[in-house]
């Protein structure tokens, strides 16, 4: 299906600019994860890049205002550009905050073509709102939002040879990108060239729908069908909702319910739609999108965003005028669901979701950081690679572009990191201290190793030194050591370092 696709640049910098007033002509970068995920112009400019941590783009703009992500801010700041854009064209649905689809096919009939609609489009947005917006048309929505962000209408038969080219990167799927490219595919025509069937079988069934958004096949159009009503979950307010804390404790329960619903049906939702009631009696509706599946809390999420960006506009449009009354939940995009392989992690199933309800509740009780997980990423120690991420928060994949960190701990990584090192002795075997000059010559051959109270082991083999000297230039923070691997008699592999004449144990190879 032609689908046109309007993108907002930088839309979560020109949010904080609507909302906060940041002024978003100047250097500015919005952080999430304690890296950049949009920056200005003028940021872009000192070299500041999306993915950069938080230090390093403080050090290429020293000028830099930093402006925490908040999803809920873009939702409500973007709003007026789709009651804007709705005005011309109905059947509007959100792709995320700073992006919106529509079907084509209507406005171009009616407005002589669509090249035309979409400079209509694009026009309107900037007068009625003051919002730079970009538009692309190609078969599908994916395949329209990359054409957005390159502000190009793709000819109906051109829309795979366009796909074929770009990275994989423009999946959106970070994971999914790096092990591709560690297997030697680097575009979306390379990935579209395999079985279907063996991305299922490998990768899971996320991975699946990437690999037909990959080949030019959106199985989920603009124009869905719809499906029985007993799947729709609503709920009416004895009294009317008119806080976003309020409305935010309703959408969770509601989309628990409808989870449920779905889950007893086998079925998974990808397209949501939202309406509301006002008490003036007015009627509101907006559709989200998704890629993938929508979990509960996924759900729970994009109807809270949707009900605060309604909520924080009631008053000063049009519409809504008042405070929300009844609150209805529409699956209008189900998949078949109960009879999909699991990945090779586990990408669906009711136990995964049981586990995300418990590890969600958990950090209800005991907050954010009493969950977490292991992620990877740069760094020269096996402890500065290890970051702890709270659960439910994005995770980042180091790709090829990352620094290549000299110093960096050859592969393999050690099995067991120590949260704090244990105090060590390296000798001889006439017990004198090994040391290392400032050649990074070593003083003796390594014979035995005592970690603690332990008694010595011998050494049967070593690799090293490997020097590291990190932030030379803050005294106080300076950090000089050379690292070995030795192998044990006892069978052991450790990773030692010395600095200052003090030898330690770091970490422990398998």
Not at 71 to 85: Q, Y
Not at 149 to 162: D, E, H, K, M, N
Not at 289 to 318: C, F, Y
Not at 343 to 370: F, K
């Amino acid at each position: 299906m032609r689908t046109l696709v309007l993108w907002c640049p930088d839309w979560p910098v020109i949010a904080a600019e609507i909302i906060e007033g940041v002024p978003a002509r100047g250097p500015v970068a919005v952080m999430h994860s304690n890296r950049v995920l949009a920056c200005s112009q003028a940021a872009r400019a000192d070299g500041v890049r999306r993915g950069l941590r938080r230090r390093e783009a403080q050090g290429r703009c020293p000028e830099l205002v930093i402006v925490e992500h908040d999803t809920g801010r873009d939702t409500r700041a973007f709003e007026p550009v789709l009651a804007a854009v709705e005005q011309l064209a109905a059947g509007v649905e959100v792709v995320r905050p700073g992006v919106c689809g529509l079907a084509a096919r209507g406005p171009a009939r009616y407005f002589g073509g669509e090249e035309v609609v979409a400079e209509m489009l694009v026009e309107h947005v900037a007068q009625v709102c003051d919002v730079e917006a970009q538009a692309g048309i190609a078969d599908g929505v994916f395949a329209a939002t990359l054409a957005a962000r390159a502000g190009r209408l793709i000819p109906p038969a051109a829309t795979v040879p366009f796909l074929a080219g770009l990275d994989v990167a423009a999946l959106g799927r970070p994971s999914l990108a790096d092990l591709l490219r560690r297997l030697g595919i680097h575009t979306l025509g390379d990935f579209a060239a395999l079985p279907a069937g063996d991305v299922l079988a490998r990768f899971g069934f996320d991975a699946a729908l990437a690999h037909q958004l990959a080949a030019g096949r959106d199985e989920r159009p603009l124009a869905p069908r719809q499906p029985p009503p007993d799947l729709d979950v609503a709920q009416a307010f004895d009294e009317p909702v008119d806080r976003v804390d309020a409305a935010a404790f309703a959408a969770r329960a509601l989309a628990e319910r409808l989870h449920q619903r779905l889950a007893a049906h086998g079925l998974g939702c990808t397209r949501l739609g939202i309406e509301a009631r006002t008490v003036h009696g007015e009627e509101l509706h907006r559709t989200w999108r998704h890629d993938g599946l929508l979990s509960a809390a996924g759900i729970a999420d994009r109807v809270r965003w949707q009900l605060d960006g309604w909520l924080t506009t009631a008053g000063k449009r049009s519409v809504p005028t008042s405070a929300i009354t009844r609150l209805r939940l529409i699956p209008d995009g189900v998949v078949e669901h109960a009879g999909l392989q699991l990945g090779l992690w586990g990408e669906a199933g009711e136990e995964r979701g049981r586990a995300h309800r418990a590890l969600t509740r958990v950090q209800g009780l005991l907050g954010p950081e009493a969950v977490v997980l292991a992620e990877l990423g740069g760094g020269r120690s096996a402890a500065d690679r290890v970051r702890l991420v709270p659960w439910g928060d994005e995770r980042t994949v180091i790709g090829p572009g990352e620094p290549p960190w000299p110093g960096r701990l050859p592969a393999p990584a050690p099995a067991t990191v120590l949260p704090e090192p244990l105090p060590a002795s390296v000798t001889t075997a006439d017990g004198t201290p090994v040391g290392v000059t400032g050649r990074l010559a070593v003083t003796g051959e390594p014979a035995l190793v005592t970690v603690g109270n332990a008694r010595p082991v011998e050494v049967w083999g070593w690799a090293g030194p490997w020097p590291v000297d990190e932030h030379w230039w803050a005294p106080d923070e300076a950090d000089r050591r050379v690292r070995f691997q030795m192998l044990l008699a006892d069978g052991q592999a450790l990773l030692l370092a010395l600095s200052g004449g003090r030898w330690v144990l770091e970490a422990v190879y398998d």
